[in-house]
């Protein structure tokens, strides 16, 4: 379909100025139609003439495409012969001359060229269809990150070139609307995959009007078809509509989302082939131009999808993932729980005291279920990351935890668990993040007003350690030497925890109590001592807003996440990042670590989930089906299942291994801010704005949901509308929005929030 | 142009503009003149600007969890797009934006600040509260439902409008002046069967009396209230026994702002208090585990605490009494060697300016008496009770026990709130804790007993006994009272005096005025029976005190309430003790009208406010 004519020199010229784009595109010959990988293709260098020229060869290959598109291919060679236009000029010229101003790597120079060239064509419109296409593809959407961090002003000037490319302004209606009214024509089963054209192409399409200074042409198609987009691009629409000039393009974050990358869309191959030939049929090439730019049609064999299925996964910022981007294998099992016995046993030998006995009983029992449990299957190995070693106290959390793990409620839909609200009052400053610690004996606060504030939910009140001065005295080989080297002195029920400079978005314990993570506005990272209650480390990197952070359930490393659109993966003892997982198109606004401690996900306002792989900082799965941002997210205890809130006020349920959607919780009014399952995975409590906490039934919602090859292979879903059903309890509170949810380890369901008296 | 102003107004519906208009105005207001089409272009891309920055800082504020969005917000997106940021509106208020009707023009309203009023002003603001967390637990049982009410009163609940009302009137009447209402309302409180949802409410208002140590009368009433609830049969107190019981100790022990002016009679309020005390602890002293302990040791604490005001004192001591005898026999008899030295200190001292102290002596005095007197005389009966029914256990008690029970739910207050099963005081004793002073306690012989307390009460606690010779008492023994012959068929003891020469309880009033030589006898005494009155004044003077003859000032109190000073012919002190009926089952009137009540000779004494003394609250 996409023949492409590759200008040699032209993609050496390119492949100096930006190898790393090019060396990821792929060139794709004509007639590949049934990949929507179409094709990469260089920008053309500019023209060899210099500007007096120009307008004579715009003539020209105006008169040659002329001839072109009357198939009068003899008098395009003659012609072709007699001006001395290569090929490859005539199709640089019918795309764009933009990149002329790559070539020369000038910003500014970049630009004039850009205006001179859009103005040359807007007054030479091409309105006739041009056979040798060439596809511009600068951008893989695997790469974006680096052009939304650079700011440099040629390559926001190359992503906005791409538009120059277009056909009779006013004309852009007819097209419109000849699409349209193909669309509704053609039968039900193919129509709804077929609307998906719609919002993307009339995106597209209003900013390469907005772009070529068509302002009135731009507001009248506007206003014309806006009202045909689904309700779910509202907000999109919002911020198109207050773009009318080309300058606002430049720099505006939404459009080079969009820009960036290819906008996903998953059609069967009967709807595509019905496509294809209505658009070769009325030579519609504005429409199928920028359907090969800026389009990725993924299509698969089989039923063309119903509406409810194409509106449950559609909604992102760029589309539907691509199937193969899910096909990754993903080790979502749990690693095997370290082998304490043998340590433990020495313990009880050493302590042999009145706690010794119950310890022991504990330990077989473990044991013994260790071994009868094989490897999960599902599981990565062991040291796929490598863990930090086990410590004495982790030892003896774990043993803790198994104590407090026999003592835990069983949930269900007939006995739901009590639910203990911390209130902050007098939370004037603004309450902006809460964790507990994991078996909840201490809970932090992140604050507007740049404080982190720690409080002890116990009455064992917090204390320092210390002085350097005053620990010298103390006798080390004391027993009680870890009681002697705490500061009576200091003990409270609070302690506040100065630093940041700028509103701590997130906060995160650690798992073994002696670490605070907090990120704020001022775009770090800060790692606060539990122990002297004071700051150890800045991580710098984001230079961004950081809106999460989180501590992997292993400790030592932790994730964040910021208005730099990346996630990075820390240790705690590097100052800088280990990995960076880079493809989100706009913030990301929530970071959770996976139980086993491989994988990473991330939600972001581009309103979709994404899976990273810890090892290889790939990302191994693209969640959309959200349509508002995301605020929060949950890992089953199991591993494999994943919740995702976001501010449309739906939870959606995915499972991790299949990539797939498998459930929709519908209630929340507000956004959702937290989300936790049970400590059994029962039950997944979800607190929101709207000053509720809900439980839901997961065990049914998983169960319900049959994953069979089909699905699996298509990954089309059918969801039930079961919310309702699902939904067993909903608890008001008295008009504190829910900022944080935890399970005791016992099963009590923890929430935290401020008491707003507005 | 016209298809701008077009676009305008089609915009107009969609985001808020900012005219060309405007523009220019601004621009003139810095000395830029502006053509119109510059002030077109510019309005448009100021309102997209606009646009965009609150777009952006609505980011903000969704990640400070927020709904609105504020100025701080705004200026954030600023700062993160390289804009100045706008200074100057951080307020937390809203402002008044206001119209000008004449220019059309709208405007913030910004009033100048005063700042020397500001500095100089009295009501400094208080800084914030501390921020802090509280914590709120919603019970749910196995379906989701919230526990039902009154179980867990902290859980979220809210009142029903009616009682909510309930509560406001029944509190309005209590505390009010109107006492027909105040019956009422105490009446209804105590029978009403709906209010278990209210009651950590009026336990709270209880819980108030610190605040209103000033006044007696409110005091009261708050008592009054305790018992309402206490009796009401349909309200499980549950832990709140606790709270209740600590707001009765503060009325018993705690030196009240009201005993500061001695025209006070706060007394009463003691006495009524520590009567309630025995009437919580025995209907619902079992609610709380080790209740009986705690109070114990609160007023042994008290009473073994030298700097505490004497009315303190008087407080433990009739706390004690409450309690019952044993309690008098393991805190404060082994503890009063100790205190006496202290009380006669007081006691002698004649000074002009220990008057109100002397006289707060004597009131600890006679309560001292009154508790020792009914020690010996119960310790007396349970030996001989003992030493007849082997089997038979205490019969006083159970039944004492089980009339009080049958009484307790019905309006009228528990005839005999004192009754006290000895057996049930010990068993206490036995569940206590560990380390308690009384733990090893070993008893005292009757007979040993007596000899120390004659050491210090001399005659007047003789009068009281009709004591067997081998106490060698200087008392012959009296004739039997017509109580004491009640006594022993309720305690089916018919051979009592056979078997036992031990001291018995009389009230001989014929022996009083025999031991009362003393030249001043009361307005009363001669009226009346009136012996405790007489004994109590005249044991001092003779057995340990002189009292002096004329002193200047001169008060008489006399416990029953009125506080009277009449005839300045010297200091005069006046107990009125009746003798304690020496069993439990019989319905206080059966003697209350036989017996004389010194100080209140007009009115007829309330039946459920008798008790073993007439220390009674007037009402």
């Not at chain 2, 010996?376 to 038979?392: D, H, P, Q, V």
């Amino acid at each position: 379909m996409a023949a492409v004519q590759d200008g040699p020199m032209e993609l050496d010229a390119e492949k100096e100025a930006k190898p790393e784009i090019l060396s990821d595109g792929t060139s794709n010959l004509s007639g590949n139609t049934a990949s929507g990988t179409l094709s990469s293709s260089p920008l053309t260098a500019a023209p060899a003439g210099g500007a007096p020229k120009m307008e004579d060869q715009q003539t020209l290959i105006a008169v040659l495409q002329f001839l072109k598109r009357n198939k009068l291919s003899e008098s395009v060679e003659i012609l072709r012969r007699e001006a001395g236009l290569g090929e490859h000029q005539e199709g640089s010229q019918a795309t764009d001359g933009s990149g002329g101003g790559k070539g020369d790597g000038d910003g500014g120079d970049a630009n004039s060229l850009l205006s001179r060239v859009s103005i040359t064509s807007a007054a030479a419109p091409q309105s006739m269809p041009v056979k040798s296409d060439c596809i511009i593809n600068i951008f893989r959407c695997d790469l974006p990150f680096m052009f939304m961090l650079s700011e440099d002003q040629p390559d926001v000037s190359v992503v906005l070139s791409a538009y120059s490319q277009q056909g009779d302004p006013p004309l852009y209606q007819v097209y419109y609307s000849g699409l349209k009214n193909f669309i509704e024509s053609v039968l039900d089963c193919h129509r709804a995959e077929l609307s998906q054209l719609f919002y993307p192409l009339f995106v597209h399409m209003y900013l390469e009007l907005v772009y070529n200074n068509h302002e009135t042409e731009a507001k009248a198609f506007f206003d014309k078809f806006s009202g045909d987009q689904e309700c779910y691009y509202q907000d999109d629409l919002h911020i198109l509509c207050g773009l009318t000039k080309k300058e606002h393009l430049k720099g505006n974050e939404v459009l080079l989302d969009f820009r960036t990358s290819r906008f996903v869309l998953h059609i069967s191959r009967d709807s595509y082939q019905l496509l294809k030939r209505h658009l070769q049929e009325r030579h519609n090439n504005q429409i199928w131009n920028i359907i090969q730019e800026h389009l990725y049609i993924d299509i698969f064999d089989g039923m063309p999808r119903s509406k409810s299925q194409i509106d449950s996964m559609s909604g992102s910022l760029a589309g539907e993932a691509k199937r193969e981007v899910n096909k990754a294998k993903v080790f979502y099992g749990l690693l095997k729980e370290p082998e304490i016995e043998v340590p433990l046993d020495d313990e009880d030998d050493e302590a042999e005291n009145e706690e010794g006995k119950p310890k022991k009983k504990k330990t077989k029992k473990d044991s013994l279920g260790s071994k009868s449990k094989k490897q999960d299957p599902n599981a990565p190995q062991q040291n796929r990351i490598p863990l930090p070693e086990l410590k004495d106290s982790d030892k003896l959390d774990k043993i803790m935890y198994m104590k407090e793990s026999t003592k835990r409620i069983r949930l269900g839909p007939e006995n739901l668990p009590s639910i203990c609200f911390y209130t902050f009052l007098n939370a004037f400053q603004g309450l902006t993040a809460v964790d507990f610690t994991d078996d909840s004996s201490l809970l932090a606060g992140g604050f507007a007003d740049s404080t982190v504030r720690v409080w002890s939910v116990t009455p064992k009140k917090l204390r320092k350690v210390k002085s350097a001065g005053e620990l010298n005295v103390i006798e080390k080989e004391s027993d009680d030497v870890l009681e002697r080297i705490m500061d009576e002195k200091t003990a409270s029920e609070s302690k506040i925890l100065h630093g940041h400079s700028g509103p701590v978005y997130g906060v995160s314990f650690s798992p073994d109590r002696n670490y605070l993570l907090s990120s704020s506005e001022d775009g770090t990272v800060r790692l606060w001592s539990l122990q002297t209650f004071t700051c150890l480390v800045g991580y710098k990197g984001h230079n961004y807003p950081v809106w999460d952070t989180h501590f992997s359930p292993f400790g030592y490393y932790f994730v964040s996440g910021g208005h730099d659109r990346v996630a990075r993966l820390w240790a705690t003892d590097h100052y800088q990042p280990l990995r960076i997982f880079a493809g989100h198109l706009a913030d990301v606004t929530c970071t959770r670590f996976h139980p086993n401690s491989n994988y990473v996900a991330t939600g972001s306002t581009d309103r979709t989930v994404r899976l990273w792989d810890v090892l290889n900082a790939n990302c191994v799965r693209i969640l959309t089906g959200h349509k508002g941002p995301i605020h929060s997210l949950a890992f089953s205890p199991n591993g494999k299942f994943l919740a995702s809130g976001s501010t449309d006020g739906r939870v959606l349920l995915w499972d991790i291994g299949h990539g797939l959607m498998i459930g929709e919780l519908k209630g929340h009014t507000d956004t959702i801010y937290a989300l936790k399952f049970s400590r059994d995975g029962e039950i997944l409590a979800s607190g929101s704005m709207d000053n509720t906490v809900r439980l839901w039934d997961s065990m049914k919602a998983f169960d319900e949901v049959e994953t069979d090859d089909f699905t699996a292979t298509t990954g089309h879903i059918h969801l039930p509308d079961n919310s309702q059903e699902l939904l067993l309890g909903m608890y008001h509170s008295k008009s504190t929005p829910v900022t944080h949810l935890h399970f005791t380890r016992r099963n009590l369901l923890l929430a935290a929030g401020a008491y707003n008296s507005q | 142009s016209s298809s701008q102003s077009g676009m305008t107004e089609r915009e107009e519906r969609r985001f808020a503009e900012v005219p060309r208009e405007s523009i220019k105005l601004m621009a003139e207001s810095s000395g830029v003149e502006l053509s119109e089409e510059v002030a077109a272009l510019l309005a448009e891309d100021v309102c997209y600007r606009l646009r965009e920055a609150t777009q952006n800082s609505s980011q903000f504020m969704r990640h400070a969890k927020r709904r609105k969005l504020s100025v701080e917000d705004l200026n954030r997106a600023l700062r993160w797009s390289n804009t100045e940021t706008i200074c100057g509106y951080g307020a937390q208020d809203a402002l008044p934006f206001r119209p000008l009707k004449e220019g059309e023009l709208f405007f913030v309203e910004d009033r100048e600040i005063n700042l020397v009023e500001l500095a100089l002003a009295t009501n400094i603001p208080k800084g914030c509260a501390e921020t802090m967390v509280r914590v709120h637990v919603s019970y749910l049982d196995g379906k989701g439902n919230l526990e039902p009410q009154g179980t867990v009163p902290t859980a979220v609940q809210s009142l029903s409008e009616d009682l909510l009302k309930y509560y406001q009137q029944i509190t309005r009447a209590i505390l009010g002046e109107d006492p027909h209402l105040m019956k009422v309302a105490l009446l209804d409180l105590q029978s009403n069967s709906k209010i278990a949802a209210l009651l950590p409410y009026f336990v709270y208002v209880i819980s108030g009396v610190k605040s209103v140590s000033h006044d007696l009368d409110q005091l009261n009433r708050l008592l009054h209230m305790v018992k309402s609830l206490v009796q009401n049969p349909y309200l499980y107190l549950g832990s709140y026994v606790r709270s209740l019981v600590s707001s009765v100790m503060y009325c018993i022990l705690e030196p009240l702002a009201a005993s500061i002016n001695p025209l006070n009679d706060h007394w009463t309020l003691r006495d009524y208090a520590a009567l309630l005390l025995s009437h919580i602890f025995w209907t619902h002293g079992d609610l709380v585990s080790g209740l009986y302990h705690q109070i114990l040791l609160s007023l042994q604490k008290v009473l073994s605490d030298p700097v505490r005001p004497l009315c303190s004192h008087y407080g433990a001591v009739v706390g004690l009494h409450a309690l019952g005898w044993k309690a008098v026999e393991r805190v404060l008899y082994p503890h009063l060697p100790a205190y006496w030295a202290n009380l006669q200190a007081v006691l002698d001292d004649y000074s002009v300016s220990n008057a109100q102290v002397k006289a707060d002596g004597h009131k600890v005095y006679g309560a001292i008496l009154v508790a020792v007197e009914r020690l010996l005389k119960m310790k007396a009966l349970s030996l001989t009770l003992a030493a007849e029914g082997s089997g038979a256990g205490l019969p006083g008690t159970t039944t004492g026990a089980v009339g009080f029970r049958e009484n307790s739910p019905g309006l009228s207050p528990p005839p005999e709130p004192l009754s006290e099963p000895p057996l049930g005081i010990a068993s206490h004793l036995q569940a206590g804790g560990a380390g308690c002073p009384w733990e090893e306690w070993t008893p005292v012989s009757l007979p040993a007993m007596y000899c120390e307390l004659y050491s210090f009460f001399g005659d007047s606690l003789a009068v009281r006994f009709s004591t067997g010779p081998p106490l060698g008492g200087a008392t012959p023994p009296g004739p039997c009272q017509p109580l004491e012959g009640r006594k022993e068929p309720a305690s089916s003891a018919p051979n009592l005096e056979n078997t036992r020469k031990m001291p018995q309880l009389t009230a001989s009033m014929n022996i009083s005025p025999r031991r009362d030589g003393s030249p001043r006898s009361p307005l009363s005494s001669s009226s009346r029976p009136g012996r405790s009155t007489s004994q109590s004044r005249d044991i001092f003077p003779k057995a340990r005190f002189p009292l002096p003859q004329a002193g200047p000032p001169a008060f008489s109190f006399i416990i029953g309430g009125r506080q009277m000073g009449r005839r300045c012919q010297g200091r005069r002190f006046q107990t009125s003790f009746t003798p304690t009926p020496p069993l439990t089952t019989h319905p206080p009137r059966a003697y209350a009208h036989k017996l004389p009540v010194i100080g209140r000779v007009s009115k007829p004494v309330r039946r459920w406010t008798c008790s073993h003394y007439s220390l009674h609250l007037p009402l």
